[in-house]
């Protein structure tokens, strides 16, 4: 045998060996579990003094890092890690744009339905404790008014008869949801728009077109939106605008 072949040899047998050992896995764990919230603070009230995780962070976050992670144009987010044993999650409050409320009638079949279970020492005494705890109760109080708001409030703009008095409802909730903001974060796309008022993406296009022509609003990119006359896209929305 040669040298040369002997070399050969031994450099197949290394590859062989290397192929062969056990190789760490490319996927090791899970670090943590991500949550939308709609109020950070009441969240970590919840969480923290009802529930018992630990805060180990809160930080804002913004710009192009987190607008590429997420596919939100514009995004601005409150974020909380929180630890319970050896588990961490994190709740995220979006400050801009708003993220669309959960569907009413929500059930635990639904594709966008998520839960994470928490592991309790005595289940009877649990039960007992979140029953109890007397901040509890005024938030369901106040999360049920909300839902119920919110649900009052895309039932009267659907209820609307004509495309313009949709879409003049439409944009005056948005504006109501995002705290009168100076611009509107217009975050849903027109097809998005135009799936939730029943219209299709021409009509509304067409008649946000005509808003701006108007001077009733300014479409300063798309997907922000100035408000220039409350009181005409008001009557718009009333169906009080007869020469529209």
Same mark, same amino acid.
């Given at each position: 045998?040669?040298?040369?072949?002997?070399?050969?040899?031994?450099?197949?047998?290394?590859?062989?060996?290397?192929?062969?050992?056990?190789?760490?896995?490319?996927?090791?764990?899970?670090?943590?579990?991500?949550?939308?919230?709609?109020?950070?603070?009441?969240?970590?009230?919840?969480?923290?003094?009802? $529930?018992?995780?630990?805060?180990?962070? %809160?930080? /804002?976050? @913004?710009?192009?890092? =987190?607008?590429? *992670?997420?596919?939100?144009?514009?995004?601005?987010?409150?974020?909380?890690?929180?630890?319970?044993?050896?588990?961490?999650?994190?709740?995220?409050?979006?400050?801009?744009?708003?993220?669309?409320?959960?569907?009413?009638?929500?059930?635990?079949?639904?594709?966008?339905?998520?839960?994470?279970?928490?592991?309790?020492?005595?289940?009877?005494?649990?039960?007992?404790?979140?029953?109890?705890?007397?901040?509890?109760?005024?938030? $369901?109080?106040?999360?049920?008014?909300? %839902?119920? /708001?919110? @649900?009052?409030?895309? =039932?009267?703009? *659907?209820?609307?008869?004509?495309?313009?008095?949709?879409?003049?409802?439409?944009?005056?909730?948005?504006?109501?949801?995002?705290?009168?903001?100076?611009?509107?974060?217009?975050?849903?796309?027109?097809?998005?728009?135009?799936?939730?008022?029943?219209?299709?993406?021409?009509?509304?296009?067409?008649?946000?077109?005509?808003?701006?022509?108007?001077?009733?609003?300014?479409?300063?990119?798309?997907?922000?939106?100035?408000?220039?006359?409350?009181?005409?896209?008001?009557?718009?929305?009333?169906?009080?605008?007869?020469?529209?």
């Amino acid at each position: 045998m040669t040298r040369r072949t002997l070399v050969l040899l031994l450099t197949a047998a290394a590859g062989l060996a290397a192929e062969s050992a056990p190789r760490e896995p490319l996927i090791t764990g899970v670090d943590s579990i991500g949550m939308t919230v709609t109020d950070l603070d009441r969240s970590l009230h919840f969480y923290t003094d009802v $529930l018992g995780f630990r805060k180990v962070s %809160e930080t /804002e976050i @913004a710009g192009e890092a =987190i607008e590429h *992670l997420q596919g939100v144009f514009g995004a601005r987010a409150r974020v909380a890690r929180l630890q319970l044993g050896d588990e961490f999650i994190e709740l995220s409050e979006y400050l801009a744009p708003e993220g669309r409320p959960m569907p009413a009638g929500t059930r635990g079949n639904d594709r966008w339905f998520q839960h994470i279970a928490i592991v309790v020492s005595d289940m009877d005494r649990a039960y007992r404790h979140l029953r109890d705890e007397p901040a509890l109760a005024p938030q $369901l109080v106040s999360l049920l008014a909300q %839902e119920l /708001e919110s @649900a009052r409030g895309q =039932i009267a703009i *659907l209820n609307r008869r004509s495309a313009i008095e949709k879409l003049a409802a439409f944009i005056l909730d948005l504006h109501r949801r995002q705290k009168n903001p100076p611009e509107i974060d217009l975050q849903p796309s027109r097809a998005d728009i135009a799936d939730f008022l029943g219209l299709t993406i021409e009509t509304v296009s067409r008649n946000l077109t005509k808003l701006r022509t108007k001077r009733i609003i300014r479409l300063p990119t798309i997907h922000k939106l100035v408000i220039l006359d409350s009181d005409r896209l008001e009557a718009l929305a009333a169906g009080e605008c007869e020469n529209w």
